[in-house]
């Protein structure tokens, strides 16, 4: 079984555009929405939910008001300033956005007054699209665990590929580098880094670079609008041929892209047109890419 | 005043905020910039500010005297993160998934763990301009955003205005980044997916009780529903920037509009002044 990652680093560069148009050129798959904070991938491909879930996250700890003596030493220890006297005094709370369930609370009690809850954290979801399954969640908000919640949702469309024959994962990242892009990189099999041609892209993508480099998934580019700023889009394909990076394709500033996410629609379902022609090679390209690292 | 800039969705022009409203507050007011999206810190990349102080940011993680250590194991029981594994002949430490919340250290009958610091990000202290600039840099390969985010927000400078540039998302480094803050302005763009992540935004907003307004950045994409949200929710819009090329191509190279346009000028220094008078009345309803 092969995943493909569509990943950007920076935020709001096409990553869920490019990958719902994916998700109608490319057949036999199970597509994932890895951005479980701030999933969007289902705007795009329309799911009919066939199976929720909760997803329960890391205990937190909850205090006993008729349990607690008001001595404070839970507060004095908890490193993540999640606990603080309730405003009608005496006994102290857990802020639950702050807990982070490490236990050391229950260590310093001296009244048996705190015990440890998993919460209802969100939910995750197996829905029909037209373009095939789709695997994807909402994180609960304020919830920690967000990588968490990504490992369990790659697992879940791993069975639901092996159970319906589907050779092919493909996902939809989260933004950024840390935690949650930490988890849905890990496994992948190749990885798509949707770019745009902007100081803060350029940037942006460096780290990201390093960080598939870390984990040894192989990355190619794709620069989307890249006709908004040539000379930015110039410095991008520089610093790609530098680092020994393949650009898998560019993807011209096209308005049909705009209106199409504002019609609920994968661009290439939408609208015939050039950043459509573009997407179109892209995968032919990708889909080389996936057949050669069989 | 200590105002954070946040969006649910990624690329939604926080940073542009940020930027803006710094350049066009900072001859009248003293302005402190705090970039809190360790993941990816782009805020330089418009200041462009002389950093004169690099420091490490670091977690405290166990660290296990294998002379002291029994393998009893109550430590890796007790490890919420499974940052500490026994082996058949010492304590294994898994530095990237340890919180530093030091319960190994108090559980080991022995006496066996310390504390050393590990390092997961570095702190940029600068000036551009008249501007004090402090950055958060989480290390690649580190997965651990919030305690970099909290180190940055330890460098408040606790007067004038102070603008955090938080990272995307709804979760806990966004929370982090904006708990605390007296104003958080929430900037979106016109679409479907904007709508969606403002929404949630708006939901972290309201639980940590924090008055909040909306900015609109390409305002003009034609999705009205956004608009049409806010005002059924009774929330203030304070800006809106229509999508315009240039624009997009002056941010590109690392521009800003306040320093092309005067009359964005004018509109960043009264988006200031009424998140002011939001605040005022914020506070006059609470105490009230």
């Given amino acids: 079984m092969q995943e493909l990652l569509v990943v950007s680093g920076k935020g709001g560069t096409g990553k869920t555009s490019l990958a719902a148009s994916l998700a109608v050129l490319a057949d036999n798959k199970v597509t994932v929405d890895c951005d479980v904070e701030a999933a969007d991938l289902h705007l795009l491909l329309n799911p009919e939910v066939e199976q929720q879930e909760p997803f329960y996250g890391l205990e937190k700890a909850v205090i006993l008001p008729e349990k607690c003596i008001g001595c404070g030493r839970c507060a004095q220890v908890c490193r993540f300033d999640a606990i603080f006297p309730s405003e009608s005094g005496g006994v102290y709370q857990v802020a639950p956005l702050s807990c982070e369930g490490c236990k050391v609370c229950t260590l310093v009690c001296p009244a048996e007054a705190i015990k440890l809850q998993p919460p209802v954290a969100g939910y995750w979801y197996v829905s029909r699209t037209h373009y095939g399954p789709l695997v994807h969640a909402q994180l609960g908000i304020g919830e920690a665990n967000s990588g968490k919640l990504v490992m369990k949702i790659k697992q879940v469309a791993r069975e639901v590929a092996r159970e319906e024959g589907y050779p092919l994962i493909l996902m939809d990242g989260p933004p950024g580098i840390g935690c949650p892009v930490t988890a849905a990189m890990t496994g992948s099999t190749l990885a798509l880094a949707v770019t745009e041609p902007t100081v803060a892209g350029v940037h942006d993508l460096e780290r990201l670079v390093r960080l598939a480099r870390h984990f040894k998934v192989p990355l190619g580019v794709v620069i989307n609008k890249y006709d908004l700023c040539l000379e930015m889009a110039q410095a991008l394909e520089d610093y790609c041929r530098r680092e020994g990076i393949e650009v898998w394709g560019k993807i011209p500033f096209d308005p049909k892209a705009a209106e199409a996410v504002v019609q609920g629609v994968p661009l290439v379902s939408y609208s015939p047109g050039p950043a459509a022609e573009a997407i179109g090679s892209i995968w032919e390209r990708v889909a080389d890419k996936l057949a050669t690292s069989q | ?288």
Avoid at chain 2, 15 to 36: E, H, I, P, R, S
Avoid at chain 2, 64 to 70: H, M, R, S, W
Wanted: aromatic share 6%; net charge neutral.
């Fill in chain 2, 1 to 288: 005043m200590l105002i954070s800039v946040a969006s649910g969705k990624g690329g939604t022009g926080k940073t542009t905020v940020v930027t803006n409203l710094a350049l066009a507050l900072a001859g009248d007011y003293k302005v402190q910039v705090l970039d809190c999206d360790v993941e990816e810190p782009n805020l330089h990349l418009f200041l462009r500010p002389k950093v004169y102080a690099t420091e490490e940011v670091t977690l405290p993680v166990p660290e296990v005297d294998g002379e002291k250590c029994i393998l009893c194991g109550a430590c890796s029981d007790f490890c919420a993160y499974n940052a500490l594994a026994l082996a058949r002949e010492k304590i294994i430490l898994f530095p990237e998934l340890c919180n530093g919340c030091r319960g190994c250290t108090m559980v080991c009958p022995v006496g066996a763990i310390q504390e050393r610091p590990h390092r997961i990000g570095v702190l940029h202290r600068g000036k551009a301009g008249e501007i004090d600039f402090v950055s958060g840099r989480l290390d690649v390969g580190k997965p651990l955003a919030p305690p970099v985010i909290k180190a940055v927000k330890e460098q408040d400078q606790g007067k004038g205005i102070r603008l955090v540039d938080a990272p995307p998302g709804t979760s806990c480094s966004m929370i982090e980044a904006v708990r605390d803050t007296q104003f958080c302005l929430l900037v979106t763009e016109p679409t479907p997916f904007g709508l969606h992540d403002l929404k949630l935004a708006v939901g972290v907003a309201r639980i940590l009780g924090i008055p909040f307004g909306v900015v609109v950045n390409k305002s003009t994409l034609g999705y009205t529903q956004v608009e049409d949200y806010c005002r059924e929710e009774g929330i203030p819009i304070l800006l809106k920037i229509p999508f315009q090329r240039h624009y997009a191509a002056l941010y590109a190279r690392g521009g800003a509009l306040v320093s092309e346009y005067p009359e964005w000028e004018r509109a960043f220094r009264e988006v200031f002044l009424k998140i002011e008078r939001l605040v005022r009345e914020n506070a006059r309803t609470a105490s009230g």
